[in-house]
T-cell receptor
Framework: GNSVTQMEGPVTLSEEAFLTINCTYT??????LFWYVQYPGEGLQLLLK?????DKGSNKGFEATYRKETTSFHLEKGSVQVSDSAVYFC?????????????FGKGTHLIIQP | GAVVSQHPSRVICKSGTSVKIECRSL??????MFWYRQFPKKSLMLMAT?????????EQGVEKDKFLINHASLTLSTLTVTSAHPEDSSFYIC???????????FGPGTRLTVT
């Protein structure tokens, strides 16, 4: 079956530090890959996505590259801010996201200290 | 982005009773809605997929008679937990989409506590 493994937190960083949250996956076929972010008290929001190998998704300074050879989709940001504090979920879909449910990782709680 | 609401946000019920959770797409028509369950420190687990006007498709291991899903309109899906027990206590999250190729939009979730 499909699965997503991501580093568990909490991950605590100082403001302006470099961020990496690792994510690897197992899937049949060629899935689409996603990063979602959940701020306190809110629903999950799509942060970025990539639909094929070597695609790079980016948004709000965050980036992730679809690496088929290592089955990875690590999330990076060069300089984090306190407002980035949230829970981040890596996810995959074998249909592209709209026709089937997503397979999620366990989520990584990110805490950015001033 | 599109908005999905859930009601209630928190509910406490007694063991043996039933509780209904609503999921609404507020500004778009959702041909497909998904229900997820999230355990503490666990990932979101897909429970079922519902298409408007059709019976829901349940994931393996999810009891369809316990978790009744209705998707009667393009803006509303409901999840009813029947004869709830303490082990049903969890965080339930819905998402909605306009269909294949469209983004899924998530509701804020409902915290169910069964006493």
């Amino acid at each position: 079956g499909n699965s997503v493994t991501q580093m568990e937190g909490p991950v605590t960083l100082s403001e302006e530090a470099f961020l990496t949250i690792n994510c690897t996956y197992t899937a049949t076929g060629y899935p689409s890959l996603f990063w979602y972010v959940q701020y306190p008290g809110e629903g999950l929001q799509l942060l970025l996505k990539a639909t094929k190998a070597d695609d790079k998704g980016s948004n709000k300074g965050f980036e992730a590259t679809y690496r088929k050879e290592t089955t990875s989709f690590h999330l990076e940001k060069g300089s984090v801010q306190v407002s980035d504090s949230a829970v981040y979920f890596c996810a995959l879909s074998v249909s592209g996201g709209g026709a089937d449910g997503l397979t999620f990782g366990k989520g990584t709680h990110l805490i950015i200290q001033p | 982005g599109a908005v999905v609401s859930q009601h209630p946000s928190r509910v406490i019920c007694k063991s043996g009773t039933s509780v209904k959770i609503e999921c609404r797409s507020l500004d778009f028509q959702a041909t497909t809605m998904f229900w997820y369950r999230q355990f503490p420190k666990k990932s979101l687990m897909l429970m079922a997929t519902s298409n408007e006007g059709s019976k829901a498709t349940y994931e393996q291991g999810v009891e369809k008679d316990k978790f009744l899903i209705n998707h009667a309109s393009l803006t509303l899906s409901t999840l009813t937990v029947t004869s709830a027990h303490p082990e049903d206590s969890s965080f339930y999250i819905c998402s909605a989409t306009g269909g294949a190729g469209y983004e899924q939009y998530f509701g804020p979730g409902t915290r169910l506590t069964v006493t």
